[in-house]
């Protein structure tokens, strides 16, 4: 079983930025594939990003292509997400997911970070 833990999560300006974090409890070919997604309330949970250690390919929702940025440290078995120009669509529950494929599905999940941008 693999743990994912969140942070970096916070209330930001609208422009602003933030860093999420994702830390794995271990590195398995279950957790080649790690990302993230979000749930803003009332709306349907949604794909954000995704990166694989064997590819090394990066996978982008459309709504966030040039403001996020997906990075890994394997060494750390932690991912990054990386978040610019933060818009106030973007306020959500922000959860690490893992898996073996970037299609999905995903094995495991972490319990979530919220974001907030205030407009």
């Known amino acids: 079983q693999v743990q994912l833990v969140e942070s970096g999560g916070g209330l930001v300006q609208a422009g602003g930025s933030l860093r999420l974090s994702c830390k794995a409890s271990a590195r398995t070919l279950a957790t080649d594939v790690m990302g993230w997604f979000r749930q803003a309330p009332g709306k349907e949970r949604e794909f954000v990003a995704a990166i694989s250690e064997i590819l090394g390919s990066t996978y982008y929702a459309d709504s966030v292509k040039g403001r996020f940025s997906i990075s890994r440290d394997n060494a750390r078995n932690t991912a990054y997400l990386q978040m610019n120009s933060l818009e106030p669509e973007d306020t959500a529950v922000y959860s690490c997911?893992?898996?073996?494929?970037?299609?999905?599905?995903?094995?495991?999940w972490g319990h979530g970070t919220q974001v907030t941008v205030s407009s």
């Open positions: 997911v893992a898996g073996p494929r970037a299609a999905g599905p995903y094995d495991y």
